[in-house]
């Protein structure tokens, strides 16, 4: 056949279409991708190796700032760890919020992954119309916490503090006025013939091959594998609500697309019902050895001030043992492994970051396209590169 | 006095340098460099209801040939520096850079072994926007500042 | 399935190579000699019943100062029976080499390059084994304990 010369092109670190620092190596023969290879590591900042150093209370803020785009999933999924290890029973209340509060954040986090991947692929006014309902949510999140981004909410045991007043109504708005929303996004892309043509039939993984490379979340389950955490091993009470779990069949671009589309609506029931439902008592559970004392009580009791001033500066001492929590991200699976020496600080900390696994399957999923392929199969992964190199 | 009463209400008259200074300060184009979670908010400054094309600035140049502002909002690491400085090569004169949030300007919660400390360290910078993340606005009044900065600009310095 | 089921059939199959096996908060652990860790994964995958077809992770601890310093971790779980297993499988500090299981997985590809880079514990037969997360230059394994944090 002679000598077939292939072109390497660069693609990032820089790049607008990555969604953050990632490089991808493209060995091409003209349009065509023989093979690419991702090439990760830009933003490993050690947040494992920093986790050492942290008391199991100070590792929270650490856990934010991996997904980024979904920062009280991190949250929950590592106090779960923490409580798992522990022994804790979280009270319903605090269930409730919190499955309040990560669906909240699922809704968001598709919502950007919808907004930044059509823009990729040439439609832009889905991008402003996302980030308005997605503002909407962190206005909701900056009631509760105080910040948009980087929650820092939950705590072990429970809740850092109860929900504001005017918190329910406010959301009980959202959910009502969320589904019209959703109906605007289809009418821009559904049937739209262009975004058709881009993704249909664009980069489809197999069942057998999905499961063989550890993919989860959306992606798994766009290739027709009804796999979701919430269903098979639920956590926080989520065995309470009722909601189905969408699946694609041909696990291609389309297919994610609609998968996550219709978990944004599946989200707002969760979140509708969980507004209807969530239980009077307490927020945290009520053990000293873990939990604050009250301010006001810091403020007027010498033994509280002792009690507060000792959790905040040394923590407190986990039993040695090691443990596994996972939950279901909107990415995929997150999870958590604590190995505990019976000190205050974690041994282990592992993160199991489930775009990580995403990505390693894109060789796979762009071979034999064309380079204009990649951009909507990078941005269908749906990835956050602090997840995948911490 | 002298000419400005000749030519009334119809003609504008300025330095040469204010003119220059107003032109670059009022479109000042970004080159799109989010390395982690504060390129989320500056994402949304950009969008629909922060609005950075206010400013003039609603175009993030892919390419840093065609940007006169980097926006540094993320944390930078050692593996990644030096792509962040090659980039700034690249941006012809005048630039500016604004170190957003705390990793870009001293490294952030995360000293360790893989995380530059500021990105002061290797690039000259001209605003630094606390905040982990900063909000819009907190991105939108560091721009503001630049501004105000860009307009007291001595062209022969340049 | 429980403890007895799993260690019976591991046994009957791979006799020696069973350590120890416990259950922890739940969890079924197996620890097993690091010669035999492909062959019982090869097992537990394409084994009808057990059916081990997700490799959920992979990860190293390093134990300084105790010995054996280094254990890798292999999580595996069945999507078929929601079963769900560790494994683990103990190595020196000089020279830690154990199997790499990418030819049962394709997942525990990226995994081992991510342990050889923070651990440096190398997986024989791994067909591209070197740094994933810091550069290719880089000196030192940073999540070992006798590595500052600060490097």
């Known amino acids: 056949m002679g000598d077939i010369s292939t072109m390497t092109l660069n693609m990032g670190p820089q790049h607008p279409s990555t969604h953050g620092v990632l490089r991808v190596i493209l060995e091409l023969d003209g349009e065509v991708v023989v093979k690419a290879t991702p090439d990760i590591g830009y933003l490993h900042r050690g947040l494992e190796k920093l986790a050492e150093s942290k008391t199991y209370h100070q590792c929270i803020p650490l856990t934010d700032r991996l997904d980024y785009v979904a920062g009280m999933s991190n949250n929950l999924a590592y106090v779960l760890a923490v409580e798992k290890l522990l022994g804790l029973e979280v009270p319903p209340r605090a269930q409730a919020i919190r499955v309040l509060l990560c669906e909240l954040q699922r809704i968001a986090s598709h919502l950007f992954w919808l907004g930044t991947h059509a823009h990729d692929i040439g439609a832009m006014t889905p991008l402003f119309y996302a980030l308005r309902e997605r503002d909407e949510i962190l206005f909701l999140f900056e009631r509760v916490c105080g910040s948009r981004l980087t929650p820092s909410f939950f705590r072990v045991g429970g809740l850092a503090q109860d929900l504001p007043e005017g918190f329910e109504e406010k959301c009980r708005e959202f959910t009502l006025s969320f589904p019209a929303h959703v109906d605007e996004y289809e009418t821009l892309l559904t049937q739209n013939e262009i975004w058709m043509r881009r993704t249909r039939g664009v980069g489809s993984i197999s069942a057998e091959e999905a499961i063989n490379q550890g993919l989860s979340g959306p992606i798994l389950r766009a290739s027709n594998v009804n796999w979701d955490l919430r269903k098979a091993f639920p956590y926080s009470g989520y065995e309470k609500y009722e909601f189905f779990v969408p699946t694609g069949k041909k696990g291609d671009v389309y297919d994610r697309y609609l998968v996550r589309l219709m978990e944004m609506r599946q989200s707002n029931e969760i979140v509708r019902q969980a507004l209807d439902r969530i239980p009077g008592g307490p927020v945290i559970v009520q053990d000293p050895k873990f939990v604050y004392p009250p301010k006001d009580r810091v403020q007027q009791s010498i033994e509280a001030l002792i009690h507060q001033f000792h959790l905040a500066s040394s923590g407190f001492p986990v039993p040695s043992g090691e443990v596994y929590a996972g939950i279901e991200s909107p990415k995929g699976e997150l999870g958590f492994y604590l190995v505990s020496d019976g000190s205050n600080k974690p041994w282990r900390f592992r993160v199991r970051p489930p775009s990580f696994f995403n990505l390693s399957s894109l060789s796979t999923l762009v071979q034999g396209r064309l380079v204009a392929d990649v951009v909507a199969i990078i941005g269908s992964i749906d990835i956050v590169l602090a997840e995948i190199d911490r | ?158 | 399935m429980d403890l007895d089921s799993i260690v019976n059939r591991v046994k009957g199959s791979f006799p020696g190579s069973l350590l120890q096996a416990s259950v922890s908060r739940g969890e079924i652990m197996l620890h097993l000699r690091s010669e035999d860790i492909l062959p019982v994964c090869r097992f537990l995958h394409n084994d009808s019943q057990l059916a081990f077809d997700y490799l959920v992770d992979l990860f190293g601890v390093d134990f300084h100062p105790r010995d054996p310093r280094f254990q890798v971790v292999y999580h595996l779980r069945s999507l078929k029976t929601k079963e769900r297993l560790w494994l683990k499988v103990s190595l020196p500090a000089q020279a830690p080499r154990v199997a790499s299981l990418t030819p049962v997985w394709k997942a525990a590809d990226w995994l081992e390059r991510e342990a050889f880079d923070m651990f440096g514990i190398t997986f024989e037969g791994h067909p591209d084994l070197r740094r994933i997360l810091l550069p290719p230059d880089w000196q030192g394994y940073p999540l070992r304990k006798d590595y500052p944090l600060r490097g």
């Open chain 2, 1 to 158: 006095m002298g000419i400005e009463t000749q030519l009334g209400n119809n003609v504008l008259t300025t330095s040469l340098e204010k003119l220059v200074n107003w032109a670059r300060r009022s479109s000042l184009w970004p080159a799109g460099f989010g390395l982690a979670c504060c390129a989320l908010e500056m994402i949304v400054a950009a969008a629909a209801r922060y609005d950075l094309a206010r400013f003039g600035m609603e175009v993030f140049r892919p390419s840093p040939r065609q940007a006169d502002l980097m926006i540094v909002a993320g944390t930078v690491t050692k593996k990644m520096l030096p792509a962040v400085v090659r980039i700034y090569e690249q941006m012809p004169e005048p630039k500016w850079v604004i170190a957003m949030g705390a990793c870009a300007s001293t490294g952030g919660i995360f000293d360790t072994y893989a995380t530059v400390q500021g990105i002061d360290q290797y690039l000259p910078v001209d605003v630094y926007i606390p905040g982990c993340p900063p909000r819009p606005e907190a991105l939108i009044y560091g721009i503001l500042k630049l501004h105000e900065k860009i307009g007291k600009e001595k062209l022969v310095e340049r």
